[in-house]
């Protein structure tokens, strides 16, 4: 089974700056998917990111960004010119692939980090 | 707008009785689940159904059951199995079309059995 681990309970970081907040993953599999959901005070549950693990190029959304190191099983997602409506959970999900037998299941998340932004 | 609506938004119970929670959506997705978030746990699996009449137990379904009889219906019960009910349930579902298409979720139902 595959597990997703997020070190950093909670981060905090100055509005305007740079922020990266960190995921590892341990799997067997050659073929996945990564995701970073953001979850408000309102409890919501919005796709932030994803990636392919077949793609080397990182992904980017405006000023989110990840570093996706595949044989270090990494990765984390920088959030730039940090916004008061940043502030949030911050998951990290993994998914197999189908076509090699997974993925039916859904997600399988880390325990989220808090991003607070300080003013 | 299409989405995913979960209802009620938050359920008071007594300990010992069953309790339903909704989910709809008109996405046309044929994938969907239940989550169950507590504080410091993230997101874990309950249930998923990958089609009408047809699903899977997740990694802690133990005092829960669920039905897929409509594509767009999902419910979940929580029956006086469940050790320890209370928490925020979260809906999702997905198009499954793609191995990369992201989970779509609801505005989640808080429970609280007393």
């Known amino acids: 089974a595959q597990t997703v681990t997020q070190s950093q309970p909670e981060m905090s970081v100055q509005e305007a700056e740079t922020v990266t907040l960190s995921c590892t993953y341990d799997?067997?599999?050659?073929?996945?998917?990564l995701f970073w959901y953001k979850q408000p005070p309102s409890r919501q549950m919005i796709l932030v990111i994803r990636?392919?693990?077949?793609?080397?190029q990182n992904a980017t959304e405006n000023r989110f960004s990840v570093n996706f190191q595949k044989a270090a099983k990494s990765f984390s997602l920088k959030i730039s010119d940090s916004q008061l409506g940043d502030a949030a959970m911050y998951f990290c999900?993994?998914?197999?692939?189908?076509?090699?037998?997974?993925?039916?299941?859904?997600?399988?998340f880390g325990k989220g980090t808090h991003l607070i932004i300080q003013p | 707008d299409g989405g995913i609506t979960q209802s009620p938004k938050y359920l008071f119970r007594k300990e010992g009785q069953n309790v339903t929670l909704s989910c709809e959506q008109n996405?046309?997705?044929?994938?969907m689940y239940w989550y169950r978030q507590d504080p410091g746990q993230g997101l874990r699996l309950i249930y998923y159904?990958?089609?009408?009449?047809?699903?899977q137990k997740g990694d802690i379904a133990e005092g829960y059951s669920v039905s897929r009889e409509k594509k767009e219906s999902f419910p979940l019960t929580v029956t006086s199995a469940q050790k320890n009910p209370t928490a925020f349930y979260l809906c999702?579902?997905?198009?499954?079309?793609?191995?990369?298409?992201?989970?779509?979720f609801g505005n989640g139902t808080r429970l609280t059995v007393t």
């Open positions: 990636q392919e693990a077949y793609k080397q």
């Open positions: 159904s990958q089609i009408v009449n047809d699903f």
């Open positions: 999702a579902s997905s198009s499954d079309r793609g191995n990369n298409s992201p989970l779509h």
């Open positions: 996405l046309n997705h044929d994938a």
């Open positions: 799997t067997s599999e050659s073929d996945y998917y």
């Open positions: 999900a993994y998914r197999s692939d189908r076509y090699s037998g997974g993925g039916a299941d859904g997600l399988t």
